[in-house]
Structures are given as C-alpha cells and as structure tokens.
C-alpha cells in the first residue's frame, strides 16, 4: 500500500488567500493554476496588514483543521476538477438542446400543427478547420421544410472567408481540393457583404411573432455552424460598428428533430423509434439523393462535384426525412419537394400510373401578407386518396417512385434566395406517388 501523500498545513497567509480569492474573482482576477496564481496577487496584500492583522488569520488556521488540499492540475496548469466541472456542463448544455427539440415536436404535435410546422435545416462548408477552433465559412445553404409541403424555399450563398490563419493556406487547399473544390481566395462568386448575408438569414428564419426560428443541424457539424453564426455577426460588427453585437441565431440538432419526427408518427408503434442516435446519423451519410437532378447549386454542377455542395446535403436531408417519415403520417408526395422528380430505381419503386383526379372545391382561408410576404393557408389535412385504376403496371419492391412531367426547382446562381412554386400534389401508397396530369 502507497504511503499517504502528506499534505501542508495550512498558516495565517494560506486563510488570508481563501478568503481573498473570492473577492478578487468578483473583480475579474482569473486563476486558471489556482491558488498558484493566487499568491503573486496576494502576497503584495498580505505584506500591507499590520501585525494585528496578520494575528487573526493565523490564529483562523490554528483554531482550523491545519490542512489545506493541494489542487491536482494538467499539463497546462488547469485544475483537474475544474476541467471536471466544464466537461460536466457541456454535456448538461447538449442534454437541454436535445430536450428542447423533443419538448418542441411533443407540443406541435399535441396541437395538431406539426405536420404544418417549418423547419430551417442548414449546412455549412468551411475553408479549413484550425487547431485553434477556426472554421471560416465558405458556402452556406439553408432549406425550409415541413412534412406536408417538404421543401418549400431554399437560400444558398457563397462566402468570402477572408484571410486564412497564418501556416494553414497549403492546409486549406488540400481541404478544397479534397472536398467542395471552393477557391479560398480570388472567388468571384463568393459574397463578402457579411451584413447582406445575415440579413438575409434573418428574413428567411423571421417569424411572425417576430422571433427568429433556430437552425437544425447535423451533430457532426453542431460546434462548425455555431462558429460560423457567431463568426457572421462579428463580421457585421466590423463592417458596421452600429450592427447589433447579439447573436440572434441558435443551433438544435437535426438528428434529434428526425428521431422525434418519425417517432410522433404513431407513438405506440416502437417499430417507428431509431433504436440509436447513429442509425439516424447513418441514413443522412447514405446520400441516397446526392446525384439527382437539381439538387447542387449551378457552380458545383459545372465543377462536377454535386456531392459536396451545400445545397446537395441540405436537400438530402430533406428528402430523407421525408423519405422515412412522410408514409407514417399518411402525407402526399411532392416531386422536388419531398423527393427529386428524376429517382426511378425499378428495383426499389413502384411506379404509379397517372389518373384525373377531380378535386372537390375548396376554400381554405387565406391571411394575406405583405406585398413582399408570401401569402399562407390554414394548416391542411393530408388529401383522401384518389381511385385508381391500374392498367398495365408491373410492381417493383419497396418505395414509391416520383415520375412524369413535372416542374422541377431550378437550381439558383449563388447569393440568391429563391422560392419555388408548389407543384400538382398527388398521393402515393407507403413512399410512393401518384402524379396528377389534368391533360389525361
């Protein structure tokens, strides 16, 4: 057995340091070593006090246990308790994030408007990743999505990252090279009007209650796209010291908003729970939609390089909620929307013939906006299904297939919003669809 490591007895300067270093934290004195850094602060103190003074601490020590536990420190000087402390409190953070989401799907769904409810999915390229915790944007690109009307706007931006760290250019190019091939200097597209970027955020995520809607996210790129948020602002700041210094955007995980869409379609379906968080991280990877059409910005589609674009993986995440949720609540397809127009595997789809479908009238009621604001309808239920009449049809396995003649979502130049209209909504069986075509 060890022998026990002997610890100092504590003296009249010791309680004088205790008692100081509250007070001195109060005043923004840090010690990230601990009372290591207390003692250079104190010690011109401790010399002003008289004798008498001098007298009561150590008369406190001696009345006291006549102890004092040296504080265990890293490397780097750090407390170990206190790097305890923090990992404790990132993880109490991520476990309230992840509450919040799913306190938000359980109150929309108890009110009967999450089918209705628009999400804001984002992702973010970077010019390169620094060991300092940098991650400069290059690209961004934000959907809004809901489960009934699927993608229904998009915003997609190159962005000037500015000057990259000292020692990390060749890094930076490797990385482009590697990954979303964006320039890292001398990009005519890219937008360095960081006012005008946020701006843009902020109109496309404004509520009508004037809040600011949060962004979901993949967890991989969680800590990248709360740098990049707060990183914009800053660079507002500096273009324009009058530009308000608050951070108005937050970030919420996307994989959690997924296992909680497909959950709440049937709660008392365990069949619908993900029986991990990395199985729902394993269907966004898939990329089941990155080489359909109309999914990548026209740069990235002229570079040959759909795959890493923004606009492609926000779009596939998208399509892939919608892919594994949408059948569960009983909601139509739309191509472009819920599923690119273009995806016929006759292996895994089953192709639906096209039908005229006579359309009782209604008349939903209609709030009407701005001229700028788009014009918005009482949430809808899902559409009863239309007869068929099957001629003809050889059945494939599994999905449904989106097909025919369709209006598909043009791909925008970069630094646009852009809005798409909503196409010819038709009903599928399971993940399929049925295309209406009024000319048949």
């Known amino acids: ?42 010690s011109p103190l401790w010399n002003e006090l008289s004798s008498e003074e001098k007298a009561k601490y150590h008369q406190k020590a001696k009345d006291g246990d006549g102890l004092v536990k040296e504080e265990r420190c890293d490397t780097r000087g750090v407390p170990l308790n206190l790097k305890a402390k923090e990992e404790q409190k990132k993880v109490s ?30 992702h973010f390229n970077i010019a390169v990743a620094t060991s300092e915790g940098e991650y400069p944007p290059c690209e961004i690109s934000i959907v809004k999505f809901s489960l009934l009307d699927g993608i229904a706007r998009y915003y997609h931006e190159f962005i000037e990252p500015g000057q990259i760290r000292l020692g990390y250019a060749n890094e930076a190019k490797i990385h482009s090279e590697s990954t979303h091939q964006i320039p890292t200097n001398g990009f005519k597209l890219a937008n360095a009007n960081y006012v005008a970027i946020v701006d843009n955020i902020k109109k496309m995520l404004l509520q009508s209650d004037g809040g600011i809607a949060p962004l979901f996210v993949v967890d991989e790129d969680k800590v990248k796209a709360v740098y990049i948020l707060d990183w914009l602002v800053k660079k507002c700041c500096q273009m324009n010291e009058t530009y308000d210094t608050v951070n108005p955007f937050k970030c919420y995980s996307l994989n959690k908003l997924f296992y909680e869409l497909r959950r ?46 923004s606009l492609t993986r926000v779009k596939n995440y998208a399509y892939t909620i919608s892919d594994l949720c949408c059948e569960n609540y009983d909601l139509s397809l739309l191509p472009n929307r819920h599923c690119p127009a273009d995806v016929a595997d006759d292996n895994r789809y089953v192709v639906l013939p096209k039908v005229v479908k006579k359309e009782e009238p209604e008349t939903p009621a209609v709030v009407k906006k701005n001229d700028d604001e788009e014009e918005s309808t009482l949430p809808r239920k899902p559409r009863a299904p239309a007869a068929l009449t099957l001629k003809g049809v050889v059945p494939g396995i599994g999905r449904g297939i989106l097909s025919g003649s369709m209006s598909s979502i043009q791909s925008p130049g970069p630094s646009q919003a852009t809005s798409t209209p909503p196409p010819p909504a038709g009903r599928g069986r399971g993940r399929g669809l049925l295309l209406l075509d009024e000319s048949n």
């Open 264 to 309: 709440h379609a049937d709660l008392n379906n365990p069949s619908l729970m993900f029986a991990s968080p990395a199985l729902v991280a394993d269907h966004f990877g898939k990329g089941m939609f990155y080489y359909s059409k109309n999914m990548a910005c026209q740069w990235h589609v002229e570079e040959d390089n759909v795959t890493f674009c």
């Open 93 to 122: 953070e991520k476990d309230e994030l992840l509450q919040r989401v799913e306190d938000m799907v359980s109150y929309l769904a108890t009110q009967g408007t999450l089918e209705n409810h628009y999400f804001y999915l984002a």
């Open 1 to 42: 057995m060890p022998p026990k490591k002997k610890q100092k007895k504590e003296n009249g300067f010791m309680v004088f340091m205790k008692s100081m270093k509250p007070q001195l934290e109060a005043k923004g004195h840090r010690f990230p070593r601990g009372f290591l850094d207390v003692i250079s602060v104190c």
